[in-house]
């Protein structure tokens, strides 16, 4: 089998190496065919992903038979996106595995798993989501903001101070 293998991490700071040397011992143990290695460094929210984008682009001219990645959260984390994605896989005759969470998508467990991992992520995506907007939240309560965390400059106070 001729494998596509996609790896992303979500900042410079992170490195897909462990992701995608561990792809790469599942290929050899089965003896798998690795056509190429696609990394993108972007959010898992993004749908626009300059490598997955050229992923598709490849399997859409069938230069392989299967999608291979650590987790299924590196393709993305909406499920709508997820299932939009396996849905064009399954209509090209492409296999997906997920290699840590035994995702095979020729089977009908397989396709279940899938389904069940990719609602989960999306409900981790949301949850990191709403904890951050409650962080910022908390900080603009306190006069902080974002990642800087310097005090906010009361601008209206000394505009009052100045006109009285």
């Known amino acids: 089998m001729k494998v596509a293998i996609y790896a992303r991490v979500s900042t410079s ?21 690795v056509y190429k290695v696609y990394t993108d460094i972007i959010s898992g ?19 392989f038979n299967c999608i291979m990645v650590a987790k299924l959260d590196r393709i ?9 994605i396996f849905d064009e896989i399954k209509k090209k ?11 095979d998508t020729t089977t009908a467990s397989g396709t279940l798993l899938f389904q069940i991992m990719g609602a989960f ?4 995506r949301n949850i990191i ?5 409650e962080g910022l939240v908390g900080a603009r309560n306190v006069g902080k903001r974002g990642k800087d965390k310097k005090p906010r400059k009361k601008r209206g106070v000394l505009r009052k101070a100045v006109y009285l």
């Open 121 to 124: 992520a999306e409900f981790e």
């Open 45 to 63: 929210s993004t749908s626009s992903r300059p490598e997955f984008n050229r992923l598709l682009e490849d399997m859409r001219l069938y230069r």
């Open 129 to 133: 989501s709403e904890r951050t907007k």
């Open 76 to 84: 993305g984390r909406s499920l709508a996106h997820l299932i939009s």
């Open 13 to 33: 700071d992170q490195d897909a190496s462990k992701q995608v040397e561990a792809i790469m011992e599942y290929c050899r143990r089965f003896n798998y065919e």
């Open 93 to 103: 005759n492409i296999h997906f595995i997920a290699i840590t969470q035994n995702i």
